[in-house]
């Protein structure tokens, strides 16, 4: 119900739900702080603004709510029996149409937390939403709109990729008809017709990940979480899925992605959120990221016996300390000034005589800002494409 009075001469707006104890004033006026408990009923959401700016008001919040897919709050798991704290104090956003890339090292809370996204646990405390649809309230509603796939592909290794598909709609109560049309969509679409009658026992590991992608969208999904899809793949099976969910994201899909690959992060995400023993330590775009390590990196290669005179004159031209690889004769520092450092450094170079056998300067990587933040470098798991899981 929207009631519209006139004070002071301009008419305002109050907002309720079937409800109304307190009076309607204006912004900025003295009574509206003296608006006690018990001028408010426990379900009370008072509102108020002249109408001229009421509906900017409005439209404004609804566009905004609009563009948050999934909203995690102050999420905390503990487990086993409180001593290890996967989630602690976890806080993240993914807006609409856009990839959260997920970045983290092993036992970050990755999993976590897309096991209590994804409704499969539950928080010790804090809140999370999907579509507005909170995820600790309503899990049931949240599973209708959301799709997942988990580090492992989870299909079955005595079916067919048609049988798998055409189960998995059956699984979400599609009629027979449509979920045969559902699975032969699909098939076409992830580049499995071919091997569509085939034994899931035959397919390679690049192959498994893509079926069980194309059974997380059987519903069309408007929110998809993908847990490490990339994890085990050889770097062709890799570039392959990062195709296949770039089209997806082409088509509007929401995805939270976590990973640890930093070239996965940088090439798919829109944002990156890097979290480190259940937190989020830091947020934003890749190039926002790699910002915060700062400046640019210059980096020297030359002969092994002139490192030492190498790290000597960089420190000169930077102002701080250089490090040096011995294992390739490299040496580095941090700058600033871009191409005016380097033209220094050239010339403080060849002024002690120093064979220069490669020079570049470099924006920080993500592998930087990993290094920066969490104290050591990303580490992944060993290719296993071709292994087989025992049932």
Not at 65 to 80: E, F, G, N, W
Not at 222 to 250: H, Q, S, Y
Not at 329 to 334: C, E, I, K, L, Q
Not at 357 to 362: E, G, H, R, V
């Amino acid at each position: 119900m929207v009631k519209r009075e006139a004070f002071n001469g301009e008419s305002v707006a109050c907002l309720s739900a079937g409800w109304l104890n307190a009076p309607s004033l204006e912004f900025g006026h003295p009574k509206l702080h003296e608006l006690g408990p018990s001028d408010l009923t426990a379900r009370s959401i008072l509102l108020i603004a002249p109408c001229g700016a009421w509906s900017r008001l409005t439209a404004q919040k609804n566009k905004d709510i609009m563009k948050t897919a999934v909203s995690a709050y102050d999420l905390v798991k503990t487990y086993p029996k409180g001593k290890d704290r996967a989630l602690d104090g976890l806080s993240l956003e993914v807006a609409e149409g856009t990839v959260l890339g997920v970045l983290g090292p092993n036992g970050a809370g990755k999993t976590t937390c897309v096991r209590v996204l994804s409704t499969l646990l539950k928080p010790d405390s804090g809140t999370a939403t999907v579509a507005g649809i909170d995820v600790i309230k309503h899990p049931d509603q949240v599973r209708k709109i959301i799709g997942l796939s988990g580090q492992y592909a989870a299909v079955d290794e005595s079916l067919t990729g048609w049988d798998n598909l055409v189960m998995f709609g059956r699984l979400y109560h599609l009629s027979q008809s449509a979920a045969k049309q559902r699975a032969t969509e699909l098939l076409e679409q992830f580049h499995l017709t071919e091997s569509a009658k085939r034994a899931i026992t035959t397919y390679s590991g690049g192959m498994r990940r893509r079926l069980d992608l194309a059974a997380a969208l059987i519903v069309r999904p408007k929110v998809l979480f993908l847990d490490e899809p990339t994890t085990g793949l050889d770097p062709r099976g890799r570039l392959d899925m990062w195709e296949v969910i770039k089209d997806l994201v082409a088509g509007g899909a929401t995805l939270l992605l976590t990973t640890q690959y930093l070239e996965e992060a940088d090439q798919l995400a829109d944002r990156i959120a890097v979290i480190d023993h259940g937190k989020v330590i830091a947020n934003g775009t890749a190039d926002e990221l790699k910002t915060q390590v700062g400046g640019e990196k210059l980096e020297v290669t030359v002969a092994a016996n002139q490192t030492a005179a190498t790290k000597a004159a960089l420190e000169l031209v930077a102002g701080h300390t250089a490090n040096v690889d011995e294992q390739f004769n490299r040496v580095s520092v941090a700058v600033t000034g871009g191409s005016s450092a380097l033209t220094e450094a050239v010339r403080a170079l060849d002024s002690r005589s120093i064979n220069i056998i490669d020079l570049a300067l470099k924006r920080p990587s993500l592998d930087d800002v990993f290094l920066a933040l969490t104290g050591h470098i990303a580490e992944e798991e060993p290719v296993i494409e071709e292994k087989r899981r025992k049932r």
